[in-house]
């Protein structure tokens, strides 16, 4: 089985950093994925991560640990509009037909 | 570029009637397609994955079904629905299993 843990909700003031942290334990891993939803719309794509390190998006970047069955993603200079739920999302084997688990999102709140 | 379309965006229903959801993928071909259903304030729960046309594979029992009539067209189908139905549908596609899944708006789906 799978189980991904993510915190339900995180405050921050705009301009600041937020670093939302995703631990995971799956029975094979084949990519970790990280998605924004905000309230009411479906999630969309941000960031992917197969191999260790840091991937850098813009203002968003997204680290990964295999070993330690952890990733995070990093939003910096918060705006107003990142006010969303972030949800982590592992590949959890590698066949081929790209099952995601999800967790179950972080609450990101953005104050002015 | 491809896109994904799915309707309807809303959708009120009684209890014991049947349902009819459909997604279309332009701009692709062969596309992986998926169903999730999102209860509100949890997380993505896959229901049902295709590789291809007429190949669908279910991950939750229930009495829910799905069907891939044409490469880029998926349906979700009930001859019944439950009060337990109602939810957040979203549907997505991906390249192939190792790439990642983009979402239609989704069906926000009401049973009374």
């Known amino acids: 089985g799978q189980n991904i843990d993510q915190p339900t909700e995180m405050t921050a003031t705009e301009g600041a950093i937020v670093q939302i942290n995703c631990t995971y334990q799956t029975s094979g891993f084949n990519g970790l994925f990280w998605y924004q939803q905000h309230a009411g719309e479906a999630p969309t794509f941000l960031s992917y991560n197969v191999l260790d390190g840091l991937e850098e998006k813009g203002r968003f970047s997204s680290f990964l640990s295999r070993s330690k069955g952890y990733s995070y993603l990093l939003l910096k200079e918060l705006q107003m509009k990142d006010s969303a739920s972030y949800l982590c999302?592992?590949?959890?084997?590698?066949?081929?037909?790209?099952?995601?688990?999800f967790g179950a999102g972080t609450q990101v709140v953005v104050t002015p | 570029s491809q896109t994904i379309h799915q309707w309807p965006a809303t959708l009120v229903q009684p209890v014991g009637s049947p349902l009819s959801l459909e997604c279309t993928v332009e701009g692709t071909s062969n596309p992986n397609l998926y169903w999730y259903r999102q209860a509100a304030g949890r997380g993505l729960q896959l229901l049902f994955y295709s590789v291809g046309i007429g190949q669908i594979s279910s991950e939750v029992p229930q009495n829910l079904s799905a069907s891939r009539p044409q490469d880029r067209q998926f349906i979700l189908s009930s001859k019944k629905l439950l009060l337990s139905d109602s939810g957040f549908y979203l549907c997505?596609?991906?390249?192939?299993?190792?790439?990642?899944?983009?979402f239609g708006d989704g069906t926000r789906l009401s049973i009374l």
């Open positions: 997505a596609w991906s390249v192939d299993g190792d790439q990642p899944q983009h």
């Open positions: 999302a592992v590949r959890g084997s590698t066949d081929s037909w790209g099952k995601l688990q």
